[in-house]
């Protein structure tokens, strides 16, 4: 096998990133009050601009530095398409679903979905949703974690990869078990500063090497791959659409309908995503969450820039066959880029700024899991709102064991696969499961228990279901039988499902509104008048 840098120094900068970023957690924790409120918002006592950066750094995850990247390497505008729908889902999430979101509630995504709604049922659907939604965006992490780890040390043996899985896994669990949503929150801002520093440095470089000239680096990365990896022709292809879901033939409908799904489902997804959205509840006022959001938008745009940069240039200096024939695929781009510009140093300088993404995105899955488990199910649902609240962490701290365990299992059976596809799965479900309740709730009076209840389990349901009966798990018949559904991305069916489930279930419905409740709710979600004092109690 083929050897990426110098094994010990890629060791060195991981152990560095790990014992740097674990001693902060464990400065910043030291004296902190351990409740539920700090555990889960860390006390809502970060300002606007700090969070703006934890949300960058929560936003930014293995796929958006790794999955993009390497996307853009192979399959060229194409490629392009996550970042561009990853740029523009954040802004309807922050301005459209987060701030009313977080001005309404107090922890967690259920706490808004229920405000005016019969508590048990739609926190119970709730919190199921956020665990399944948690845990297939985390296969993604993890699996980016598998690829990450094998390039550099070299490990292509399937158990030696599994291994690391489980390290990272292990690692994540001390993360959130140590520093809760406080110290989470500030490894995402030291994770969000290295990963835009890192990915600046390195555009800078490549740009550098073509005169700082975009054409010639564009003309570069079409000349160094006349054909792909399969030895079809490519080169002008890398900037033209439809590479990869343009199609040919009688099945050229399905592969643009699968693209037509994917965009819906990066456009929408972010808006279901419970981790991002619980960021807002970690700051003391409105105002600071719209500071948030102005900071994390020019963060995050900035960003996504570089990623057209980074991309054509891992194709330019690179080659797609050289990235394709590296453990983690398409994920290796960035690291490859790096190795070719700096050599073994800069490679691990800019994988273990990756990892640190990953595990700084992992934690702050594993806390909105949990927290959702304990809050919603365990103190809502299970002890009816009259639970211990030391207990309540207690049962958070262990759900989050028990999370920590699943996306180890569920990140050996994913990894290989490109990170950024499956994070547009962790996409439809979010978008589909959540959204269209979350949007009901919020803008119609009407909305009641029984729509948002059928509405959430609609949208979940049908969006796993179809994702395992599609190309997406196996494109075999033979390996997979019940591969009927042709598109690779369900949210162009089960999202109009989800919003048929939930207004057929209002007008169905038989319980009355609460006009005190709506009105509350209302005034709430639009000036953020009392989420303080929700947020403090």
Not at 79 to 100: C, K, N, Q
Not at 417 to 426: K, P, R, T, V
Not at 468 to 474: D, G, T
Request: net charge positive.
């Amino acid at each position: 096998m083929k050897e990426y840098g110098v094994p010990l120094i890629n060791m060195g900068v991981f152990g560095a990133f790990v014992l740097l970023t674990l001693v902060v957690v464990i400065m910043v924790t030291r004296n902190t009050e351990k409740k539920a409120s700090t555990f889960y918002t860390g006390g809502a006592s970060f300002s606007g601009r700090q969070n703006g950066l934890a949300i960058t750094g929560d936003y930014l995850s293995a796929a958006a530095f790794l999955g993009v990247t390497g996307a853009i390497a192979v399959y060229g505008y194409d490629g392009l398409l996550y970042s561009v729908g990853f740029f523009i889902a954040l802004l309807l999430a922050l301005y459209l679903v987060a701030e009313p979101l977080r001005n309404t509630g107090q922890y967690t995504m259920a706490d808004v979905l229920s405000f005016r709604m019969s508590q048990r049922p739609v926190r119970t659907a709730a919190a199921i949703s956020t665990l399944v939604v948690s845990l297939v965006y985390l296969l993604a992490q993890m699996a980016g974690a598998g690829g990450l780890v094998a390039l550099l040390l070299g490990v292509k043996d399937p158990l030696a990869q599994s291994a690391v899985i489980a390290g990272v896994g292990v690692v994540m669990i001390v993360y959130v078990l140590i520093g809760g949503m406080k110290g989470t929150t500030w490894v995402q801002m030291i994770k969000a500063t290295l990963l835009i520093i890192g990915a600046a440095v390195m555009s800078f470089w490549v740009l550098s090497r073509y005169g700082f000239n975009m054409s010639e680096l564009l003309g570069a990365a079409v000349s160094n791959n006349p054909t792909d990896a399969k030895g079809k022709p490519l080169g002008q292809a890398l900037l033209e659409p439809m590479l990869k879901y343009g199609g040919t033939g009688d099945t050229a409908w399905i592969t643009k309908l699968s693209f037509i799904s994917l965009a819906i489902a990066l456009v929408a997804g972010p808006s279901g995503l419970p981790h991002v959205l619980m960021r807002f509840y970690t700051v003391p006022t409105a105002k600071e969450a719209r500071r948030s959001a102005v900071w994390s938008i020019v963060l995050v745009g900035i960003f996504f820039l570089l990623t057209l940069v980074l991309g054509y240039g891992a194709a330019a200096l690179v080659g797609i066959k050289e990235i394709l024939g590296a453990p983690g695929k398409e994920n290796a781009a960035a690291p490859l880029l790096a190795l070719e510009l700096g050599g073994a140093p800069l490679m691990g300088v800019i994988s273990g700024i990756a990892f640190a993404t990953i595990l700084a995105v992992v934690a702050g899955l594993t806390i909105t899991a949990s927290a959702s488990f304990a809050h919603d199910l365990y103190n809502s649902v299970i002890k009816k709102g009259k639970a211990d609240p030391a207990q309540e962490v207690k049962v958070a701290r262990i759900t989050a064991v028990v999370i920590g365990v699943l996306a180890i299992i569920g990140g050996i059976a994913a990894n290989g696969q490109n990170i950024a596809f499956l994070i547009s799965l962790a996409f439809a479900v979010a978008a589909c499961a959540n959204l269209p309740s979350i949007l009901m709730t919020l803008y119609w009076k009407k909305f009641s228990t029984r729509g948002s209840v059928w509405s959430i389990y609609t949208g979940l349901i049908s969006s796993i279901l179809l994702i395992i009966s599609s190309p997406a798990i196996a494109t075999a018949p033979a390996v997979n039988p019940i591969a009927w559904f042709p598109l690779t991305n369900p949210t162009i069916v089960a999202m109009p499902l989800a919003f048929l489930a939930g207004i057929i279930g209002t007008l169905t419905s038989r319980e009355p509104a609460d006009p005190e409740l709506q009105a509350e709710m209302e005034v709430r979600s639009m000036t953020g008048a009392g989420a303080a004092e929700a947020i403090a109690h």
